[in-house]
């Protein structure tokens, strides 16, 4: 493949996490060791212990290892006072809606799920248990028991959640629905699982009802942390330079560039996505010496978002992560669909989402014949295309050429995209996709007669995209305003730094800061995203010394928290005197 030079060996780190300082020691693994801690702590008087799950806990792991743990205790399953399946579609069935792909954004609270007859009869038997130990288990068990002696979390991470849906093993909540397909489980657990718990989980986090924290992410490795423990992570991490944990997933049109350049497994068929800053999907690895803590990364977002956002982005966007970094490769893959996203009083009536899907594609790396489909023909007339793209579904065959600009790309351009606007990166492309993070709204267009991995075809979506196509963002609006809107900004001793997008209609800033020496960043009270574009590895430092020196290499995205203040980047190690290169999106002020 070639895309590192020779005898070059990959640095991108999948690995990274933030030390907790002071507690290497904090971190308890192993069911035996866990459950042998928990127990120390119910004492000889009768103890209730409630068990809270986040949806997608492998259930029969966990009580098994209490009931061993535990056998003189008496466990009540949350499951059973909630509604029947039925009855729980019947209402959550606006949400969650017959569409392949969209739902709606549910407003829908922990006591949905929960039958009031059923709940009063599981809270009298857990009040009239007369066994020494009784465990409350289950989504939703510290809703039923209110007072427990000690509330352990498990948390887990959105795309352990995806594997499992993947591999049948879980459900939604209040379902028996594992057979269904992933990706009808995954649009409720989206559009209605996950914005429930969270919510019920912000509560738990804001009343400090937690006592423990149990990582269940890797079967049969469970890990323990007290909540004083987890919370003195997340306050390391709100206030230094850190990285989430990226993951990676193949698809209909993926590539190679990554498996080389990150370090990926060769005999894997194509990684076409990494999500490499997507707080809401992605984890934070806490690290405990030998041993490393997964909790989601949203959860730092949740605790400290005024620290991590500041005032301006936390007043602009409440406690959600705005800004998002993501991988699409290409290389000696295929074309990406043809798509477009909503315009924002589209998906704010559709979908309930308060901001939609600003984007842009850094070009990373691309070969000769690398391109990108980006706004209409002049002269295009939309009825005429409309009724093309759906006899597409049938014929198997679109002109896109006919209707929509191609353009050639190579690396370092920056292709800008407001919604609206036609897109699609083509093959042999190497794209870093920086944009605003409702990322799940994207309306498919054409996608070249393929089917998806999984041998379905994959979902179009004409219906909701033919709404939003901005029929004016033609070659000459694409030449002014599309691609590389690039000026200088400032320079400096041994630096350079530019304006590259994204485009004046969206909320979005990137600078790309050119550099042979220190440069000097700020925060200015708000969030900074950066990725190290060009460079075998740099370093971040703090003037006062206020964190500790933080590495980064070549294609990784990290994230400075608004707390930081000013901090400086500069060439490091093998990149010491060469130019290196980081792209930093922040929402603009105003």
């Given at each position: ?70 056998p ?32 709606y ?33 289950g ?5 039923v ?6 509330v ?164 602009r ?26 315009l ?41 295309m ?25 690396p ?16 042999n ?19 070249w007669?393929?089917?998806?991995l ?6 179009i ?130």
């Amino acid at each position: 493949m070639g895309y590192l030079k020779e005898n070059v060996k990959p640095n991108y780190d999948k690995f990274p996490r933030v030390e907790v300082p002071g507690r290497a020691d904090q971190c308890l693994r192993g069911w035996l060791n866990i459950m042998e801690k928990l127990g120390t702590l119910a004492g000889s008087a009768q103890t209730t212990v409630v068990f809270e799950c986040y949806q997608g806990v492998h259930d029969d792991e966990v009580l098994q290892a209490i009931r061993e743990a535990w056998p003189e205790a008496a466990v009540f399953l949350s499951a059973d006072a909630m509604k029947t399946e039925a009855e729980l579609f019947s209402i959550l069935k606006d949400d969650i809606t017959d569409d392949r792909v969209f739902g709606y954004l549910t407003r829908h609270t922990m006591e949905v799920y929960f039958d009031q007859q059923k709940t009063d009869d599981l809270r009298r038997r857990i009040s009239d248990s007369k066994a020494p130990v009784r465990v409350v288990y289950g989504v939703g068990a510290s809703y039923v028991c209110r007072q427990a002696d000690q509330v352990v979390y498990l948390d887990m991470a959105r795309w352990e959640i995806q594997m499992r849906f993947r591999r049948n093993e879980v459900s939604n909540v209040g379902f028996n629905n594992a057979q269904a397909s992933a990706s009808a489980q995954y649009k409720q657990g989206f559009f209605v699982d996950w914005r429930i718990l969270d919510r019920w989980k912000k509560h738990l986090f804001a009343t400090r009802r937690i006592d423990w924290f149990l990582d269940t992410n890797v079967p049969f490795d469970p890990k323990l942390i007290s909540a004083d423990t987890f919370f003195a992570g997340l306050e390391a991490a709100a206030c230094r330079p850190f990285r989430v944990v990226p993951y990676f997933d193949a698809g209909v049109w993926g590539g190679q560039w990554m498996k080389e350049v990150c370090g990926l497994d060769p005999d894997a068929l194509n990684y076409a996505w990494c999500f490499d800053c997507v707080p809401e999907e992605n984890s934070l690895y806490l690290g405990f010496a030998d041993t490393h803590f997964e909790t989601p990364s949203i959860n730092l977002v949740f605790t400290h978002p005024v620290a991590l956002l500041g005032d301006n982005v936390y007043g602009r966007f409440g406690d959600e992560f705005p800004i998002r970094f993501d991988f699409l490769d290409t290389m000696q893959g295929g074309n990406l669909s043809l798509q477009v996203h909503p315009l924002i009083e589209y998906i704010q009536e559709k979908f309930g989402m308060h901001y939609t899907q600003e984007e842009s594609y850094y070009i990373l790396d691309a070969a000769d014949d690398a391109h990108v489909y980006l706004g209409v023909k002049a002269g295009t007339d939309p009825d005429e295309m409309v009724g093309a793209l759906r006899r597409a579904q049938q014929t198997g065959t679109f002109d896109a050429e006919k209707y929509v600009g191609c353009y050639p790309v190579k690396p370092h351009d920056h292709v800008l995209i407001p919604p609206g606007t036609i897109h699609c990166s083509g093959r042999n492309s190497m794209v870093l996709e920086v944009s605003a993070t409702p990322y799940i709204f994207t309306f498919k267009l054409w996608d070249w007669g393929r089917v998806d991995l999984d041998g379905r075809p994959r979902p179009i979506n004409i219906e909701h995209g033919k709404h939003v196509i901005q029929w004016n963002r033609t070659e000459e609006w694409v030449r002014r305003e599309g691609i590389n809107d690039i000026h200088a900004v400032a320079a400096g001793d041994g630096w350079r730094e530019e304006h590259t997008g994204l485009h004046k209609r969206e909320f979005i800033e990137t600078r790309r800061h050119w550099f042979t020496k220190p440069v000097l960043h700020h925060t200015d009270g708000g969030l900074n995203v950066l990725n190290l574009v060009q460079g075998r590895e740099a370093i971040v430092e703090s003037p006062t010394g206020a964190f500790e020196p933080f590495v980064v290499h070549y294609a990784e995205t990290f994230i400075v928290p608004a707390a930081v203040g000013d901090y400086t980047i500069r060439p490091y190690g093998e990149s010491v005197g060469q130019e290196c290169a980081t792209l930093k999106a922040f929402v603009r002020k105003g």
